[in-house]
């Protein structure tokens, strides 16, 4: 592994799109350079407009290019929960060496054996987690690279998305003109850095609340074991102070991050703020403790939704508790209201990097980490291909100057046979560090 090495994570939400971009020095992440921008064209998690999306896509770029002086070439992509299905598969093969020592090639097949289930035109693959490995009807094995045995078998989970979904976003990347380096299932990349090896190991929920939908990843015996999105968010708290308090929207989420409280028991009755109406020259007064019902009824809603998502899951304990993060996580008093509706433990994941100490940041950061540990175990090279020097014009955007090849970005395309075995190993690599 080179001393330096550069990540550069892409993060497209429904509210916002951020760009990170990361140092790796000896292991540790330096965040050099940060985007954030609001979207326009997703709806839900969904792109509703691509040139929409390549637009603020190209914002969000260009304002961390601007910090480092450099232009981007290629990202690590985050694919939203919303449509992924996860489904049990095994794949058997037969040692290949002579002195019968399990290597990497045979890893490599055995991977490859458990993709011949078939997959439905309408799905594509992003990539297979092993869950353990059997030689020779010897289970739980996290590794069997130097073992001596006759027969290789891994039990493992499929990762499968909606076509349409992952070739819409990996559109407006292409469109931007970027590369793209690795993709990753959202709630896998964060979820897997914000939760302890015990949580992952005992049973806990990772829950994202962004501002037009919340992702919900349940991650047991250190692997995701369920991922869901809820069409409910942050935006809709904003709606909800709009129409109430009769203001603009801009000023609704001015108010929401100023003053807003999640538990109306803890919030202040005592201090008043001027809110600016729509259509007239005064504005209104109001308390903390008059916003923070607003905000909790909406609140209320979207923990006992998660309820009833988990009732779905077949979900009756998690010992591990709840982990929340996300934009709307950082509101005061939500993790009260959090424990008093779902009756369980829960904490807030922040990301501990200078400049995104922020729960938005959560899965731009942990895109970046995830990508990182995989290269280090496989011993791969990051480099600086994810940059390239320009000089900046009147004229030309820093985001135009890499072109990309279409075979590159579309690297999730069933003819791509290498990308896929090299996805499904990489996840080996991460998972069984």
């Known amino acids: 592994m080179n001393q330096n090495e550069l990540y550069v994570s892409l993060d497209i939400g429904s509210s916002s799109i951020k760009v990170l971009i990361g140092e790796m020095t000896n292991e540790t992440l330096h965040v050099i350079g940060v985007g954030n921008v609001k979207s326009n064209g997703i709806r839900k998690g969904a ?16 304002q961390a290019e601007r910090m480092i002086g450099m232009s981007i070439n290629e ?55 092993p869950k353990q490995f059997v030689v020779d009807h010897l289970e739980e094995i996290k590794d069997p690279r130097g073992m001596i045995g006759v027969r290789l078998e891994m039990d493992g989970t499929m990762m499968t998305t909606s076509k349409t979904i992952l070739h ?46 919340t992702s919900i990843g349940i991650f047991r015996e250190g692997q ?52 600016p109406v729509i259509g007239a020259d005064t504005k209104e007064q ?11 009824v909406r609140l209320e809603e979207l923990f006992e939704l998660i309820l009833e998502e988990f009732y779905r899951m077949g979900i009756q304990d998690l010992p591990g508790g709840i ?29 501990e990097y200078i400049g995104v100490r922020e729960p938005q940041y959560a899965t731009a950061v942990g895109l970046i980490r995830y990508a990182q540990l995989e290269d280090a175990f496989y011993g791969r090279v990051s480099g600086n ?19 990309p090849k279409k075979q590159k970005v579309a690297v ?11 996805r499904a190993k990489k996840f080996f690599d991460k998972f069984f560090e």
Request: aromatic residues 6%; proline residues 4%; glycine residues 8%.
């Open 47 to 62: 792109i509703v407009d691509i040139d929409a999306t390549v637009q603020s896509i190209k914002k969000a770029i260009d």
């Open 224 to 275: 995701l074991v369920h991922t869901s999105v809820l069409p409910v968010g942050g935006d809709h708290i904003t709606k909800d102070l709009s129409i109430v308090l009769k203001t603009p929207t801009e000023h609704a989420e001015k108010i929401k991050h100023q003053f807003g409280h999640a538990f109306f028991d803890d919030a202040s009755d005592d201090e008043l703020f001027e809110v």
């Open 168 to 213: 819409n976003v990996l559109r407006c990347v292409e469109k931007a003109g970027l590369k793209v380096r690795e993709i990753y299932l959202q709630p896998l990349a964060s979820g897997y850095f914000a939760l302890s090896e015990d949580e992952k190991d005992h049973g806990t929920a990772f829950i994202d609340i962004g501002g037009g939908s």
């Open 385 to 403: 291909a994810a940059l390239v020097a320009y000089k900046k014009t009147d004229n030309v955007t820093p985001v135009q100057t890499a072109k």
């Open 286 to 296: 109001y308390s903390q403790r008059y916003i923070s019902e607003i905000i909790g």
């Open 75 to 129: 990202v690590v992509l985050g694919i939203p929960a919303g449509q992924a299905l996860l489904q049990p598969v095994k794949g058997v093969v037969a040692v290949n060496s002579e002195t019968r020592e399990i290597t990497d090639e045979d890893l490599d097949r055995v991977m490859d054996s458990a993709q011949v289930m078939s997959i439905p035109p309408e799905r594509e693959l992003i990539s297979i987690i």
């Open 323 to 351: 982990v929340l993060s996300g934009g709307t996580a950082k509101l005061d008093g939500i993790l009260q209201l959090a424990r008093h509706i779902l009756q369980t433990r829960v904490r807030l994941y922040t990301p």
């Open 412 to 422: 999730a395309a069933s003819e791509d046979k290498e990308g896929m075995v090299d």
